[in-house]
């Protein structure tokens, strides 16, 4: 009866690395994360039927809807772009680990994930550079040839704008006509 081997390759430890940084990832995660309180709950009883009603806050959406539009813009294009790239990483990881793929196809793919991971290194430093010009809240989108930047502000002139494009100019290998500025109030 032979013995049997264990052959280790490439992707075997490629896939161990990936897996443990995952898991580490979600233990920071675990651990960081603030911890939140189930909220008081009310039992009725009707017709042999128990419902569950949790405590509401009315909140006053008239006072604060100019601020809350701007940042809620924000927060929701942040997250979207989070889920984005994050469904981009899990495809491209995937693709690494997966099935039969030749030497050539992991190499391209390592070069699309070098590249992703440069647009959102990218993306974030023109985000900050915008803030430090004065504006209060930016959202930009870079994807190699575009790049679309949302900037929240009452009215931009030309010389903001100019600046804008510098910035954006100077950070990535997009021209000019490829920059598109939008204004949220």
Known sequence: MKKPTLIIG????????????LAIA?????????EIDKPDTKTVTAD???????????VNA???SVNAS??????????DKMNNRDTAVQTLQSIIGGGDITEEEMVMNALDAVEVSKLIESEGTI?????????????????GSTAKVVVKTDGLDKAQA??????????TE????????????
């Open 48 to 58: 042999n039927d128990t419902v569950s009603y949790g405590e509401t806050e009315f």
């Open 26 to 34: 979600v233990y920071i995660n675990y651990a960081a994360a603030p």
């Open 162 to 171: 100019a600046s804008i494009k510098e910035i954006i100019l100077d950070e």
């Open 127 to 143: 985000e900050s550079l915008i803030k430090a010009q004065g504006f209060e809240d930016c959202v930009a989108y870079l994807d």
């Open 62 to 64: 008239e006072t604060e």
């Open 174 to 185: 997009v021209s000019a006509e490829n920059i598109r500025i939008f204004e949220v109030k």
């Open 10 to 21: 490439k992707k075997h430890i490629i896939m161990t690395c990936l897996t443990l940084m």
């Open 70 to 79: 701007g940042s809620d813009y924000f927060a929701q294009a942040r997250l």
